[in-house]
């Protein structure tokens, strides 16, 4: 006879997950909508949906601050238009404002979405927080709703805490930026993975549509998926020649200026630049980037994450354990935490800031790596105990 232990999964415990997920999805989306965060981003992307149809620098740019000042209030106008010179400048100069698009306008999917709410009556600013606030409390709900089983429900009822860490208390979600939208992207490229649908390598040659960045992140999830079964080789180099052209065809359409140039806006000037076009010629020597690189501050927030990371890495002896059951899929979680790590590793050498909004999603995959590890072995403990005492 096998004896059920106080902390086994059951019925009780799932329908308290549910009911935890669901609440906090519903609640952050509702706290999110009406406590929106005004950043200067929202600009960028109104004027990138203003530049589908309008050419005139003058004319797009009176739009696009008009619209913005009939939306604010008075104090987050103010905010955004003369708190910094740069702002300033954005607020005077259209010449000024219209060179930033091409930083803005490369989120091609994010920009499309908000030109189709326009066309229902939404106004850029209020599309940009609907969808923000829509697709980051969509992606969490998701996340829940297709690995819930994979993880014990105890656990997942913490999960939202460490959500709204990730997100710096939910600002992630409340500023209206694409930074949801990647979020929930790679949920779904994530859940495709897992559950090993076809989908899958589609769904990732797309992400260059929703972050340019996240081309790093399919490179390392093509050579996880050509590593677990090499045969699909020629199906991943169709999708990566398709990844690579729409990739490409991002950058021609949107105009970027290329990467030295971000590092140089970012870094040299500290995002006080004002007209792009004027120093993309400049470069960035070696000795510029290694200052950069090696900039002390990042080490304290990297620590927490070095430590998961430790955890994720030691989880690797329980997939070792080929007896145990589910040792097979906390391997796939556990390689997922692996990429998750390079990537932020990756994404950090080519452009050194840890801002949490663009690894929300990643230090999640990591979290739930740890937690299904947690769960399996937990699962072969009861096994055990349970055998032992039917002894």
């Not at 004319?59 to 106008?77: C, K």
């Not at 090993?196 to 589609?202: E, K, Q, W």
């Amino acid at each position: 006879m096998i004896i059920a232990r106080p902390l086994s999964d059951n019925s009780l415990y799932r329908s308290a997950a549910f009911l935890v997920m669901l609440a906090s999805c519903i609640g952050f989306f509702i706290f999110s909508i009406n406590n929106p965060v005004e950043n200067w981003d929202i600009l960028g992307y109104a004027g990138s949906v203003a530049s589908l149809w309008e050419t005139d620098a003058v004319a797009l740019h009176r739009g696009v601050y008009v619209e913005f000042e009939a939306y604010a209030s008075s104090a987050a106008f103010q905010e955004l238009t003369q708190s910094t010179s740069y702002r300033q400048a954005m607020f005077e100069d259209p010449a000024a404002f219209v060179q930033q698009i091409p930083y803005y306008k490369i989120r091609v999917a994010f920009i499309m979405l908000v030109a189709l709410l326009g066309k229902f009556g939404v106004n850029a600013y209020e599309a940009q927080h609907l969808l923000s606030a829509g697709f980051g409390c969509a992606g969490l709900f998701l996340l829940f709703v297709g690995l819930r089983h994979h993880i014990h429900s105890l656990l997942w009822i913490s999960v939202p805490l460490f959500f709204y860490h990730f997100t710096h208390d939910l600002l992630v979600v409340q500023t209206g930026a694409v930074d949801s939208f990647g979020f929930f992207w790679v949920v779904l490229t994530l859940l495709a993975f897992v559950h090993r649908s076809p989908l899958l390598l589609p769904l990732l040659a797309l992400s260059v549509l929703v972050r340019t960045d996240l081309i790093l992140y399919v490179g390392l999830m093509f050579a996880l998926v050509f590593f677990t079964d090499y045969t699909k080789w020629k199906v991943i180099g169709l999708w990566g020649v398709v990844c690579a052209g729409l990739y490409l065809w991002v950058n021609h359409w949107a105009g970027n200026y290329g990467w030295q140039t971000v590092f140089y806006f970012v870094f040299m000037t500290d995002m006080e630049a004002t007209h792009p076009s004027e120093y993309s010629q400049f470069g960035v020597s070696l000795q510029q980037y290694w200052q950069v690189l090696i900039r002390p501050q990042w080490v304290s927030k990297w620590l927490w994450f070095t430590l998961l990371g430790l955890i994720i890495a030691c989880g690797m002896y329980l997939y070792r354990l080929r007896k145990v059951e589910g040792g097979a899929l906390v391997g796939q979680y556990i390689a997922l935490g692996l990429v998750a790590i390079a990537y932020v590793a990756v994404h950090y050498i080519l452009f050194p800031v840890i801002f949490m909004r663009f690894f929300v999603a990643q230090y999640l995959v990591m979290l739930l790596a740890f937690m299904v590890a947690a769960t399996c072995w937990w699962q072969h403990f009861i096994a055990d105990e349970s055998r032992m005492s039917d002894r």
